[in-house]
């Protein structure tokens, strides 16, 4: 399941604008979007995530999301570091 593999990962990044920034860096492994977010939220990332050829994988909670990263509110996308 993907909230094990956010809450096991070494090193990630919360939230949409510095998931762009690290997927332009070519530092992301996989990327996790939440399916109840904003789909105005999170159609740059993953539009950037596919033009980088980095897997996208969707989970249905952004709270459930956020919790697997350690933060009280929900998370849209969270990037895996290689």
Do not use: F, W
């Not at 920034?21 to 159609?43: E, F, I, M, P, Q």
């Not at 993953?46 to 050829?53: D, G, H, S």
């Not at 969707?58 to 509110?73: E, F, N, Q, T």
């Amino acid at each position: 399941m993907s909230y094990e593999k956010v809450s096991q990962a070494s090193e990630i990044i919360v939230g949409t604008k510095q998931t762009v920034k690290a997927l332009k860096n070519g530092l992301v492994s996989l990327l996790v979007v939440a399916g109840d977010a904003d789909h105005k939220v999170t159609s740059k990332v993953i539009q950037t995530a596919e033009e980088m050829n980095v897997p996208v994988t969707r989970v249905d909670s952004m709270r459930k999301l956020g919790k697997s990263c350690g933060i009280d509110v929900g998370a849209a996308a969270v990037a895996i570091i290689k």
